[in-house]
């Protein structure tokens, strides 16, 4: 199994937490590319940011960003360049599940908090 299939695994178990929960979710995107001269959809990100789109009554409509613990910084910077706030989940391998965290901007600088631990 390939990387970018790992990655998107991830973000259907994270998309089916959500639904669980009962919150709206869009996502995975897809855009059309031409390759030799086929047409194949390849992922791609909302806002150049988030891989699903949420909302809840609470929260209203929020990005997620999906990655593993090795790339949390890189995507909370990618997160926090594109001007919003959202929510980055952390897969910390089968025993861990997802940390959840949220990203924003304190005080001129980057802040990732954390919200929830060892979601599966």
Known sequence: MSNRSKGLLAVHKV???LQTRGETVEGPGYKPMFFKGRMIA???DYFGAYDLMAFSKI???YGIQ???YKQKQR???KIYDSGNDGDL???MGARKG???YHVTELEGKLHTELLEEGLK
């Open 15 to 17: 998309k089916k937490i």
């Open 42 to 44: 390849v992922h791609s």
């Open 75 to 77: 995507n909370a910077k």
């Open 89 to 91: 989940w952390c897969y």
């Open 66 to 68: 999906v990655c593993d």
């Open 98 to 100: 997802f940390n959840v």
């Open 59 to 61: 929260r209203c409509l």
